[in-house]
């Protein structure tokens, strides 16, 4: 796999990822994820860039039910 910036290597690694909605934020400390040696640019896999989605969507959902519950 290369960067597609710079067409750099790829490694893997795990980064943190934070969630920034309106009223919610969440930091995730260890996404698995792809970093260029070169450039140091972070890529995610489909799948996790899948499951950030979900995560975010059911957080969307939880906290607003949390916010008109009063
Ligand atoms: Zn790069």
Redo the contacts with the bound molecule.
Sequence with gaps: MR?M????SLERARVPYHIDRANVHVIIDEVPAWV?S??D?VMFDERAVDEIQQLITAVDQRTERLINSA
């Design positions: 960067c910036y710079c067409n750099g260029c070169q450039c640019e």
